[in-house]
Every structure is written in C-alpha cells, then in structure tokens.
C-alpha cells in the first residue's frame, strides 16, 4: 500500500507504519512564538468553529425523543447532563490524540498507531466506517422539514428530502470550488446557531421568572414522573444526546489546515464543548419552561418551533424556523467540510483505488473528490430508504 505522491497535495505521514509521534508534532507544528492577541485571534475563531461543528439540529429535533425515551422531565434533563459529561470526556481523548497527532485524517491516525498488527486493519476498518456512512444527511433532511414548517408547508416523505437534496448540494458545490467563503459561511452560520440557541435560552428563562405572558406547563411541579425508566429508555435517550454532541471530533480532521494546532486545540476545544453542554441544558430547561409536557411528545423533530409559537408567537415561529433551517445547513457543510478530508487523507495512504483521484486538490485546490464521494453517500442514504424507524436510525 504506497503512499501517494503528487504535486498538488501535501504529504501526510501515517503512525500506523511507523512513524514517531513526537516527529510528526514537531514537523507539523510552527515553531515561532506567537503573542498572546494572536493567539487569541486565532482560538476565537476556532472556538467558533468548534461550535459550528457541535451545534447541528440534535438540540433541536431531540429533546421530544429523548422525553418520551425516558418517560419524566427530571430523568430527561439527567440525560443530557450525563451526555455532557460523556462529550466532555470524548473530547478529552481527542485532545489527547490531536495534539500529538495534529495531522489532517483524525481518528484514522489515531487507530493506525495504536493498532499496529495486524497490519493495515485499523485503516480498513475505519476506511469502511468512513466510506459508507452518509452523516451529512440528517441535517439536510431537517433542514428541509423546518424549511417546509417555516412557510406552512404540510411535509411529506418527498418533499422534504427533495429540499435537503437541494440543501447537500449547495453544500457540496460551495466547499469543492470555494474553500474560503465555505468556511466564511460556515462560521458565520455558526454565529446564528449561537444566536438561536441563546434566544432560546433567555426565552425559557423569562418564562420561568414570569416574564412571557404564557399558560404554565407545569413541567417541573412533578419532574420525575409516576415511575421509573427503562433501562432501554435510558440507553437510547443517551444516544441522541451523544448524537448531538457528535460533531466534537470534527476539528481533529483538519489540523493540518489550523495555524498552531496544539495550542490552539488545547484552548478551543474545551471551551467549545464546555459551552455547548451549557446552552445544551438551558434549551432544555427553556422546552420545559414553555410548552406543555403533551405537546412535546407530539411535536417530534420541530420541537423548537413548538417553542417560539408559544413565547414569541406565530410569525416568530416561521421566522425562527427558517433560521433553525439553516442552522442545519450550517452542520451540512461542517459534516461534508470534515469527511471530505477524511476521504482525501485515505486516498494519500493509498488504501483506496484510484487513490491519486481521492487524493488531488485539482481543480479548486479543494479535496472535490473526497467531498463528492461523501455527498452521494448521503444523498443515497437521505432518498432510498423509507420512512418509519428504520430510516430515522440510518439519519442518526
């Protein structure tokens, strides 16, 4: 299994055949010193970028399945607690990896070194995993359905993957031949899920200080319901919350492309996740502030929409959901943003055929190759199978 080599792709070396840890650091990282207004210049946004990366529509679609996975309010919220800490943890590992590992290709890497013999499995394995996942399909498909829900559209099987086709497209075409401005709108989409989420926050906590003129739901008289949950409930409620915090790994796969990777990853990353799981608990408490136990449970996956109906009314409601929308987008290009390159530094390693064509940067000096594998990975995933739980687990 030869590496590849090419004029137009930079080199990335692979600890699962030998290379040192402590060499590929030092090879990788710049040695000048940096004062501290850049370095703060340069964690911020990174920072931001973390949180672009994090904050997908899990927090959004969520919360209404995991309450009647657990059955109570309190049981609900321990679950999201948990998951932070859960998410708090993963990070910490890729903290680990990442900062002596700090190369484009995540855990890829990380599996080579560990798992040396036998040789080459990690990479197949993971090449797998990397390969036949559509991850970026989800988000589309939420993407379409609060699209529809913002301009009172009633939503079927087809027209909501018909726009989240639309939506992984654009994505798709964004990232290949412009790398710059897909970053400049991925960032700035992260601002706005920064902003919904924290209207959401202070929504919820002026509707439990009395603030908003609302009927009561009455949700924390009795937290932890008439009796206790399944084990089974627990299990899956902590799931999705894991699947909202997925995207913590995203950052490992271009570090490459981070000036100072480590210590800009030591900083950022922390912070980041630290600050999702925080606005993750007190959307949570703002659901519970305002809308009535029942109608979560019926409001599935536009359970934030339920939200802005009853504290901000109806035209926030198709206002907000629109920006929900494309809070979605926003997590579809950070998804295909990520994987692209996974796809890329497979193709370097020369474990995939054809492995020059995954591995180019031509013609846009973008990996359009590995971003195109990963779309029509999704795109299959998002419009073959059919509706029912089997498709919401494929999404997830």
């Not at 703002?286 to 536009?302: C, D, H, N, Q, T």
Request: aromatic share 12%; hydrophobic share 50%; glycine share 10%.
């Amino acid at each position: 299994m030869a590496h590849v080599e090419n004029a137009d792709i930079e080199p990335i070396s692979s600890p699962g055949n030998g290379s040192d840890v402590s060499t590929l650091a030092s090879a990788d990282i710049p040695s000048n010193r940096i004062g501290k207004s850049q370095l703060s210049q340069e964690i911020s946004p990174h920072a931001l970028e973390k949180l672009g990366m994090i904050i997908g529509t899990g927090i959004f679609a969520t919360p209404s399945t995991i309450l009647a996975l657990t059955g109570s309010v309190g049981m609900s919220l321990t679950v999201w607690f948990v998951g932070m800490i859960i998410a708090m943890a993963g990070t910490a590992v890729y903290l680990e990896f990442g900062t002596a590992i700090p190369v484009n290709g995540g855990e890829k890497n990380y599996l080579e070194y560990v798992y040396t013999k036998p040789k080459f499995l990690a990479t197949a394995i993971y090449a797998s995993y990397a390969l036949f996942l559509g991850w970026a399909a989800g988000n589309s498909v939420i993407f379409g359905e609060y699209l529809l829900h913002a301009f009172g559209v009633q939503v079927n099987r087809w027209n909501q993957r018909g726009i989240g086709l639309v939506c992984i497209t654009v994505a798709f075409i964004i990232h290949a031949t412009a790398v710059k401005w897909g970053l400049r709108i991925q960032n700035t989409l992260g601002v706005l899920k920064l902003v919904v989420i924290l209207i959401i926050a202070v929504g919820g906590l002026l509707a439990c200080a009395g603030f908003v003129n609302i009927d009561r739901p009455r949700n924390f008289e009795h937290p932890w319901g008439e009796g206790p949950p399944t084990v089974y409930g627990i299990v899956m409620g902590l799931y999705n919350v894991i699947w909202s915090y997925v995207g913590y790994s995203n950052a490992n796969y271009c570090l490459s492309e981070t000036r100072n990777p480590v210590r800009t990853l030591k900083i950022a990353a922390p912070i980041g996740v630290a600050m999702v799981g925080i606005l993750y608990f007190l959307v949570n408490v703002a659901y519970f502030a305002a809308v009535p136990k029942e109608e979560m449970l019926l409001s599935g996956r536009i359970l934030a929409a339920s939200f802005f109906r009853n504290v901000f009314g109806f035209k926030a409601e198709r206002a907000l959901s629109t920006f929900v929308a494309f809070c979605a987008f926003g997590n579809v290009l950070a998804v295909l943003f990520s994987q692209g390159r996974i796809v890329q530094a497979l193709g370097r390693e020369g474990v995939l055929p054809f492995s020059r064509f995954w591995a180019s940067n031509k013609p846009f000096n973008s990996p359009a190759a590995g971003l195109f594998q990963h779309y029509i990975v999704s795109v299959v995933v998002m419009l073959a199978p059919p509706p029912g739980d089997a498709y919401n687990f494929l999404l997830k």
